[in-house]
């Protein structure tokens, strides 16, 4: 028998090993089925999923198991300092300047999305957010890019089971409304929201795509609505970050379709 290694901890070795089991080709899994691509017994096995959907990052219906988004906080530290980002930095400063606003980059985590990275306005009274602030994704305009890039199933389940808190008297809260209003996101490919999650407050955000196409992130502007107008927003700022994302996105090699 081999000696284990005194400093690895085997039960944590063994939640990765079924974390790593599910994957496209495996979205769902079975007790037995992560038992046979792990080589783990199925009572280990079984204790580690469910162990994982105690925790929330796995749900389970019909015996099939299934990973949910927090288990994407587990890779938010690493995310938040990947070469995307610096690649993006430039891209985000020019950005900010054009715009003389503040501009962020955000991915999607259950219902809220998660600055990653932020180039603030050149203003003492710009909105106030770091990177690893959480915000809900329904009333907010990065919230709305990356919520339409959900695969239609996710998406309508996404809908039918977040909270649709009304946070100012302009917030959508109608499932059917949200649902209409992210399919024109997805359509145009950018979203707008004015005073939905803060009165007062406009922004416009645009996909963030890697090299297979698959939108991993949005970048948006966003602005006090005594500086920026709603046709100002339309009309300047949309055309901004939308190119500012498609050059990030190239710089990670996605080209656009012209």
């Known amino acids: ?24 080709d495996h979205p769902t899994l079975t007790v037995s089925e992560a038992a046979e691509l792990t080589g783990l017994s199925r009572a280990t096995a079984r204790r580690i999923l469910l162990t994982c959907v105690r925790l929330g990052f796995a749900e389970v219906d019909d015996r099939r198991f299934r990973l949910l988004p927090r288990v994407l906080r587990l890779g938010y530290g690493y995310l938040a300092s990947l070469p995307i980002w610096e690649r993006a930095q430039p891209h985000m400063r020019r950005l900010a300047e054009e715009a003389r606003e503040s501009c962020s980059a955000a991915t999607l985590d259950g219902e809220e999305i998660v600055y990653v990275a932020r180039v603030p306005a050149k203003r003492s009274m710009s909105i106030v ?14 919230g709305r ?28 809260t109608d499932p059917a409304a949200l649902a209409a209003e992210l399919d024109r996101v997805r359509e145009q490919g950018y ?6 999650r803060e009165e007062g407050v406009r922004s416009a955000a ?25 046709a100002d927003l339309y009309e300047r700022f949309v055309p901004l970050v939308v190119q500012a994302a498609d050059a990030i996105s190239r710089d990670i090699d996605f080209v ?3």
């Open 256 to 258: 656009p379709s012209s």
């Open 129 to 142: 957010l770091n990177v690893g602030s959480r915000l809900p994704a329904h009333p907010t305009s990065m």
């Open 191 to 196: 979203a707008v929201v004015d005073g939905e």
């Open 1 to 24: 028998m081999s000696r284990q290694d005194p400093d690895v901890i085997d039960s944590v070795e063994k939640a990765f090993r079924v974390l790593e089991a599910f994957s496209a």
């Open 145 to 172: 890019v990356l919520l339409a890039a959900l695969p239609p199933d996710r998406l309508r389940e996404r809908i039918g089971t977040m909270r649709l808190d009304q946070l100012t008297p302009h917030t959508i």
């Open 206 to 230: 645009a996909p963030v795509r890697d090299g297979s196409g698959a939108v991993i992130a949005a970048i948006n502007i966003s602005a006090n609505a005594g500086r920026v107008s709603v």
